[in-house]
C-alpha cells in the first residue's frame, strides 16, 4: 500500500471516529469538538505504529500479524 493510499485510509478513519464520537456524544466531558479528539486519537494510533517500528529496530526483528500463532 502506498503512503497516499494509507493517508487516504487515515483521513477516512479520522472523519469516521469524529463521526461516532458525536454520535455517542463522548465530546461532551472534555467540552473538545469531536473532529479535534479525533484528530488526536488519530495522531496517538500513528504515534504507537511508529514507536512499534522502532522497537522492531532496536531489537532486530521483524513482527507480523499472525507471527506466534499456534497451529
Request: net charge negative; proline share 1%; hydrophobic share 30%.
Amino acid at each position: 500500500m502506498s503512503s497516499f493510499e494509507s493517508m487516504a485510509k487515515l483521513d477516512e478513519f479520522e472523519k469516521e471516529l469524529a463521526a461516532l464520537i458525536n454520535k455517542h456524544s463522548l465530546e461532551n466531558d472534555s467540552n473538545t469538538p469531536d473532529f479535534i479528539l479525533a484528530h488526536y486519537l488519530r495522531r496517538c494510533l500513528e504515534s504507537f505504529n511508529n514507536t512499534s517500528v522502532t522497537r522492531e529496530k532496536w531489537y532486530g526483528k521483524s513482527l507480523r500479524i499472525g507471527d506466534g500463532e499456534k497451529d
